[in-house]
């Protein structure tokens, strides 16, 4: 309401690859700091520019807040456009013309809200601006103040909690072998054709991911340790085809890979009476002194990634 006659200038950029000019609005003394300027979008130059090749000729009047007697570049037959004026006919106006209602859930449209609007989209901008960058485009003293305005959409939250990797550690990388030479001779579904590489050894179990002793091998009949002549020939076939496969795992499992061999022993001691892919569960593998059960995870054990 109190912009003045020739408050809009340009500024060519000097890299030409950025864009049309740059437009910058002269936004005087206000309440919450001195005269300053700032880029706008360039519609609103353009826009200011068409206001005052029409707007009659005024006569100069008194700035209350500076004690300046100055053009006033929204006034008409010697009145400034007032607030009222803007919120009680302008915009219900705009809002007539656009198809939206007056007021939504935070209240009224009013001017005031365009700020915060803007404020926010600038914030949540594919590059926006920092909160100290904002502060200086609004004019506030202050940076609380700015956060009042600036508020994180729900796009960008998204976007943000994707990037930090929360999904991710969700997620374990394990090596996989497949035997092409037993897959070609139609032999796989009496040989094993592919190898999940725990560290210490191999698993056969076609549906590995599914296994809920993956994390602690018990060592089934499905087994095949590294040292062994099985595991030796293994890896000296030239034909395997070597892949990377991500699985899955439980907040137990997370916790056995992250928090070392507390977690770990309590994940075994859960499995105890679980059945393994094989049959038998691990206690009853251990009964019988066929294995025992083997971690996977950190702590001076092997893990899957």
């Known amino acids: 309401m109190r912009l003045r006659v020739g408050s809009i200038r340009w500024r060519d950029n000097e890299d030409q690859s950025d864009g049309p000019r740059t437009c910058l609005l002269h936004v005087p003394v206000n309440k919450t700091s001195t005269a300053f300027v700032k880029p706008v979008d360039p519609i609103v130059g353009e826009t200011i520019g068409n206001w005052e090749a029409v707007r009659p000729?005024?006569?100069?009047?008194?700035d209350k807040k500076t004690g300046e007697l100055v053009e006033f570049l929204f006034s008409y037959?010697?009145?400034r456009v007032s607030a009222r004026y803007l919120n009680q006919v302008v915009i219900p106006a705009l809002c007539n013309k656009?198809?939206?209602?007056?007021?939504d859930a935070r209240g009224a449209i009013t001017?005031?809200?365009a700020r915060a609007t803007i404020a926010t989209q600038l914030y949540n901008a594919k590059e926006p601006l920092s909160l100290f960058e904002l502060q200086e485009w609004m004019g506030h003293r202050s940076a609380q103040s700015t956060q009042h305005y600036a508020k994180i959409s729900a796009t960008k939250m998204a976007r943000s909690y994707a990037r930090a990797g929360y999904f991710e550690r969700n997620l374990?990388?394990?090596d996989v072998l497949i035997d092409q030479e037993t897959t070609r001779s139609s032999t796989a579904a009496d040989v094993p054709w592919k190898y999940y590489d725990l560290g210490h050894g191999y698993c056969?179990?076609?549906f590995f991911d599914q296994c809920p002793h993956r994390m602690a091998c018990a060592r089934c009949s499905f087994y095949c340790p590294k040292p062994s002549a099985k595991g030796q020939a293994l890896e000296g076939k030239a034909n395997?085809?070597?892949l990377r496969q991500e699985i899955p795992l439980h907040e137990s499992e997370i916790a056995a890979v992250d928090d070392g061999i507390t977690a770990l022993e309590a994940l075994i001691n859960r499995l105890i009476d679980t059945p393994t892919p094989g049959g038998p569960t691990p206690r009853q593998l251990q009964a019988g002194g066929l294995v025992q059960i083997q971690p996977t995870t950190k702590d001076g054990y092997e893990r899957l990634d």
């Open 204 to 206: 056969t179990y076609d």
């Open 77 to 79: 037959r010697t009145r």
């Open 111 to 113: 001017s005031h809200r």
């Open 240 to 242: 395997l085809l070597r």
């Open 172 to 174: 374990r990388a394990i």
């Open 98 to 103: 656009a198809g939206v209602p007056r007021r």
């Open 57 to 62: 000729k005024q006569p100069a009047r008194l």
